[in-house]
């Protein structure tokens, strides 16, 4: 393959099919690679950044993955089995209705996640660019305005993929409309998308297969440390309320660790650097994570795989506006794009 011909969603996507510990027998005949075929792959995906090695385990050569960041947990249980797995994909920050969001980098991950046949999305919230009444100039960051027109593009162009239902929480950009007008966009949105769940402003635990996992939309400004906020949010929970998963949404950075038995993801956006954050100095993260997690019948985590989905300056639509005028609506009905 010709470095040129290939960009980082296709890399993904080969990336997301060579599961961790995944015999490369396996990944052979299922895509009719041959060996040769398979370290080239495996070379292509490390010059993109990935964490990927072909490795012996006994006698068997099997792909392993993001070495760094696998907790103690990271071979799969003898007995997976007997437990229950769980697949989810993980988004946050989109920002829609700002000139520099990324719908078309969103249809991606939606498509990639229906490939792959997820059928949880969870988004960490600010999924709106909202209004900042307080910041004039953001009017000028947006190319749609206030409650309504908001509520109508979310409604009209958040991909819509056939089997695949999105819960979410509203952040600090959502929650201006509540501010300014009284108006919960995310309820609205709900009651418009059989697909789109509204969870609740800022925090809310679902519980899949008993295993809890809390999104969280902490509002604020930026830590020090990335792995800061979230240590002070596990320190701060009870135990009995204390989840096994939580999700963090705002501080637009990726991240992930197993902290006090809480497995802490901090998802990525999927909304390039906005001028606010340039002003602020603020970083941008832009990507996804998809989630492999198998637990027992009691919700306890025993195998956590994050697999993170990172995009780059030239997957970005950064001519202003363009994002808008010319990405194409996903809707995906019965396997018919
Ligand atoms: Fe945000
Ligand atoms: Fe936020």
């Known amino acids: 393959m010709d ?23 396996t990944f052979m005949e299922k895509f009719g690679f041959n060996e040769k075929e398979v370290y080239g792959l495996v070379e292509i995906c490390k010059s993109f950044g990935k964490k990927i090695e072909l490795v012996y385990d006994g006698k068997v050569l099997v792909f392993s993955k993001n070495k760094k ?3 103690s947990t990271s071979k799969l249980p003898v007995d997976s089995e007997k437990l229950n797995h769980i697949e989810l994909c993980v988004i946050s920050d989109t920002h829609l209705g700002n000139n520099h969001q990324q719908l078309h980098l969103l249809n991606n991950v939606y498509e990639e996640a229906y490939n792959r046949g997820i059928r949880t999305v969870l988004h960490a919230g600010d999924l709106s660019d909202g209004n900042y009444t307080n910041r004039p100039e953001s009017y000028y960051e947006q190319f749609i305005h206030g409650f309504d027109e908001h509520a109508d593009y979310i ?13 979410f ?17 995310g309820k609205w949105i709900s009651e418009k998308r059989d697909d789109l769940e509204y969870l609740g402003q ?24 990335i792995s800061y ?30 902290y006090n038995n809480v497995h802490a993801l901090l ?71």
């Open 3 to 25: 470095k040129k011909d290939l960009n980082y969603n296709k890399i993904n996507k080969m990336y997301g099919y060579m599961k961790h510990n995944m015999p490369v027998d």
């Open 169 to 185: 929480i509203s952040g600090n950009h959502d929650f201006t409309n509540n501010r300014n007008n009284g108006a919960t966009l």
């Open 202 to 225: 800022d925090n809310h635990t679902v519980v899949i297969n008993k295993v809890k996992i809390m999104l969280d939309h902490p509002g604020g400004g930026s830590a020090k440390s």
């Open 229 to 258: 906020k979230l240590q002070q949010k596990i320190e701060g929970m009870e135990s009995t309320h204390k989840p096994n998963a939580l999700i963090t949404g705002h501080y637009h950075k990726s991240y992930y660790m197993l």
């Open 69 to 71: 960041i696998m907790p």
């Open 155 to 167: 409604i009209e162009w958040y991909p819509k993929v056939d089997g695949i239902k999105t819960l």
């Open 267 to 337: 998802a990525p956006a999927l909304c390039d650097y906005t001028p606010f954050q340039k002003r602020m100095g603020l970083s941008n993260d832009l990507g996804a994570y998809f989630i492999d997690i198998y637990a027992d019948k009691n919700g306890r985590i025993q195998y956590f795989e994050p697999e993170e989905i990172r995009f780059d300056r030239k997957d970005v639509w950064d001519e202003v506006g363009k994002d808008k005028r010319k990405v194409k609506k996903l809707e995906i009905k019965n396997g018919v794009y």
